[in-house]
């Protein structure tokens, strides 16, 4: 059984990157767990039960139909309640979505900008309606249409536009511990970035300013948030973070070293081979030769 369950997930993982999308029945794949790089792909989910929805620094508890807006970018995670949870979910690359030119970048959206409005409390004829988009989605996705790609962009662009006409949700819990909150999403935002894939995508996020900037906070209060509960600043993780993942690259794959330096977010290899001799003690090529 576990060996059947890694084929459906390696399955599901290529055929979503092949894509660039992917739509599902959430009951009719309650016996298969979804796993996907949450960093490369935007989540749209209509789902009635019971759940709480921890959304960057913000929870939300909600009850009945919602429509869910996920940010690659931003950290959520989703604890579900009820017995019963029925639904849709559509996953979907910014490149899919854009191939028609339309313009304009969904981190902009207020649907999944962090500080935004990503939960939206939907009636009973507004989920018929959904339900009925999200199944043509199904039906366009096992067919042999040439078009039918246009056809989803179409409908998720649809499901978009119907959501910014409804009034956003207003079950909010402000966290109670607002710096352990705070320094939770900031691990979840930095752990997102890792595994590094491909030479050919650097990383994002490489100070904490570009984490703060990110999760809508002054650099200053994410730090004493993160110094608050950890007792070490916000840097020092990165840093970690940054050096594990080289040594983990250098040990693990052929890479070379100009390749890896690209890929951590480092303009030119003479930087990051100071940069990890400063933090280890040794330079990135004396290191791979010591793992080998």
Not at 90 to 112: I, K, M, T, Y
Not at 143 to 154: E, F, G, P, Q, T
Request: with cysteine; net charge neutral; glycine share 4%.
């Amino acid at each position: 059984m576990p060996n059947k369950r890694a084929r459906q997930v390696s399955e599901f993982n290529s055929e979503l990157k092949l894509k660039g999308f992917n739509v599902y029945q959430i009951e009719a794949d309650s016996n298969a767990t979804r796993i996907y790089s949450r960093k490369d792909f935007y989540k749209i989910c209509l789902t009635t039960g019971k759940s709480i929805i921890h959304y960057a620094d913000r929870s939300f508890e909600q009850e009945g139909t919602v429509l869910f807006f996920g940010n690659p970018h931003i950290p959520y995670s989703w604890e579900t309640i009820s017995t019963t949870y029925i639904g849709y979910t559509v996953l979907f690359s910014e490149d899919f979505f854009n191939a028609a030119e339309r313009g304009g970048s969904l981190q902009q959206s207020p649907l999944f900008k962090i500080g935004g409005t990503p939960i939206l409390k939907i009636t009973e004829p507004q989920r018929h309606f959904l339900n009925t988009i999200f199944q043509k989605m199904i039906e366009e996705q096992q067919s042999d249409y040439a078009y039918k790609d246009d056809l989803i962009r179409n409908y998720i662009n649809l499901i978009i536009h119907e959501a910014l006409k409804l009034q956003p949700t207003e079950h909010v819990d402000q966290p109670k511990n607002a710096a352990s909150r705070l320094t939770a999403v900031f691990f979840e935002l930095l752990e997102r970035q890792f595994p590094v894939e491909s030479t050919e995508r650097s990383l994002q996020l490489k100070t904490a300013q570009d984490y703060a900037n990110h999760l809508n906070v002054h650099v200053n209060y994410l730090n004493r948030a993160v110094k608050e509960v950890t007792g070490k600043p916000t840097t020092a993780h990165i840093s970690e973070r940054i050096i594990s993942e080289a040594r983990s690259l250098l040990q693990h794959t052929d890479w070379n070293i100009a390749d890896i330096a690209y890929a951590l977010g480092f303009e030119y290899p003479t930087y990051f081979n100071n940069y990890f001799k400063r933090m280890t003690g040794t330079n990135p090529k004396s290191h791979r030769r010591l793992e080998v």
